[in-house]
């Protein structure tokens, strides 16, 4: 089944330590996305890659980063100078039309909660 | 102003009923357009993409209104399992950011 993984499903961190987040698609997808999502609210986006070893800051980048080193694999690390990390966290990936003005649909993983204790 | 905006509701309504949601969106020169229902503490799920001519799926229609500027969202013959969050999602054009942008969504409870 093709699909995006994301692992872990809850993830607990103590104030000052750095965690990372797991995001895995098979979809053959260029594209991949990073979103924070604090309750009651919408998608903010964190980061996105539109091809390996490229990849761009959203609008909420600071205390945070990630690699793009395979197209499969898109992980997020959360620092300790991200001063509210607790949220949940959702990756997604599409296919990227490059050169084209509209833009495609992007499918989600199952998200990470991240709560700090 | 927000770049995306809908109501929040909550919209309450029973079983059957039509109910539908608008949203706004800043950018004239956006193109793409989606619906997405996102279940309670779940991922957001693709519902309908929205196309210039308007489209439908079963009970959904979404339109598309670019003199305006909002598009919409129509749910025919509610069903409970129809209860969720809709999220309204637009692509806004601008030389930094390729990216999609989601609104805050409208939640719709509907009631046996």
């Known amino acids: 089944d093709g699909g995006i993984t994301q692992s872990p499903k809850y993830l607990f961190r103590k104030e000052g330590q750095n965690v990372t987040l797991s995001c895995e698609q098979n979809?053959?997808?260029?594209?991949m996305y990073w979103y924070r999502q604090d309750p009651g609210q919408g998608l903010r986006l964190i980061y996105y890659?539109?091809?390996?070893?490229?990849?761009q800051k959203g609008d909420i980048a600071e205390g945070y980063s990630v690699s793009r080193e395979k197209k499969e694999s898109f992980p997020l690390t959360v620092t300790s100078a991200q001063k509210n990390p607790t949220a949940f966290y959702l990756c997604?990936?599409?296919?990227?039309?490059?050169?084209?003005?509209?833009?495609?649909?992007?499918?989600f993983g199952p998200g990470t909660r991240l709560t700090v204790l | 102003r927000k770049e995306v905006e809908q109501d929040p509701g909550p919209f309450n309504v029973p079983e059957g009923a039509t109910v539908a949601f608008n949203c706004t969106y800043s950018n004239s020169a956006s193109q793409s357009f989606f619906w997405y229902r996102q279940d309670c503490r779940k991922e957001p799920k693709l519902l309908m993409s929205?196309?210039?001519s308007g489209n439908e799926d079963g009970r959904f229609t979404a339109q598309l209104n670019r003199a305006s500027q909002y598009i919409s969202l129509l749910i025919r013959d509610s069903k409970l399992s129809d209860s969720a969050t809709y999220l309204c999602?637009?692509?806004?054009?601008?030389?930094?950011?390729?990216?999609?942008?989601f609104g805050s969504g409208t939640r719709l409870q509907v009631q046996p």
């Open positions: 999602v637009v692509n806004i054009k601008d030389t930094g950011r390729r990216a999609l942008t």
């Open positions: 979809l053959n997808h260029d594209a």
């Open positions: 997604a990936s599409s296919i990227w039309a490059a050169g084209l003005s509209s833009y495609n649909e992007q499918f």
């Open positions: 929205v196309y210039s």
């Open positions: 890659s539109q091809i390996v070893n490229d990849f």
